[in-house]
């Protein structure tokens, strides 16, 4: 069943964003991984990315792109960022208490978990599923399921390495993508 999903790269022009030890940006990072997204769910849903290239998008106006399009799904892509060098992990943020986004965040981390099984995937499960609770203003502020993603902490070397390269970015995108179908098959 066709679908609408917002995808929404974090960040953005005068916002880069966390930064790497080898400087790169947390905003080129996730609006590589979101346009690598898009194409794989074109032609089966309708897509809409909150930024097509680097400038500012304001946090009030990602809700406002996301409510206009009538989205099914919400997703704001970002890397982590820590004062620990050694800092590692997938997180998926949701709003608070039970919602569809629930569902969605457990599904992914599942999709993340298998394309990555190396990978720690920093959940909470202290209300039966494994996603972090928050009140960030892109998921209080959409009126459908949203999902914030930390794809991993860009302030790792290690991971910088590997959230920076195009190969990998692909493989991100493959496990977002299956994550996304699996929850709307349920």
């Not at 690598?36 to 500012?56: A, N, P, W």
């Not at 493959?174 to 179908?181: D, K, P």
Request: aromatic share 8%; glycine share 8%; hydrophobic share 45%.
């Amino acid at each position: 069943m066709l679908k609408r999903i917002c995808i929404d790269p974090g960040h953005g022009g005068k916002d880069p964003g966390a930064i790497g030890p080898g400087e790169k940006k947390e905003k080129i990072i996730v609006l590589a991984v979101a346009k690598k997204l898009e194409k794989l769910l074109q032609g089966i849903h309708k897509v809409l990315l909150t930024r097509r290239g680097d400038f500012f998008v304001g946090l009030n106006d990602r809700a406002i792109m996301a409510n206009a399009f009538n989205a099914d799904l919400f997703l704001s892509l970002h890397c982590n960022g820590s004062a620990s060098a050694r800092a590692s992990g997938f997180e998926v943020w949701t709003s608070r208490g039970k919602t569809r986004a629930d569902d969605v965040a457990t599904s992914i981390s599942k999709a993340w978990a298998e394309a990555f099984p190396d990978v720690v995937i920093r959940g909470d499960w202290s209300d039966g599923d494994i996603d972090k609770e928050s009140n960030f203003c892109v998921l209080r502020r959409t009126s459908m399921p949203a999902v914030l993603i930390e794809l991993d902490f860009i302030t790792n070397s290690k991971m910088e390495t590997l959230l920076s390269n195009a190969a990998y970015q692909d493989l991100m995108a493959v496990a977002l993508f299956r994550g996304i179908e699996a929850a709307f098959k349920e």
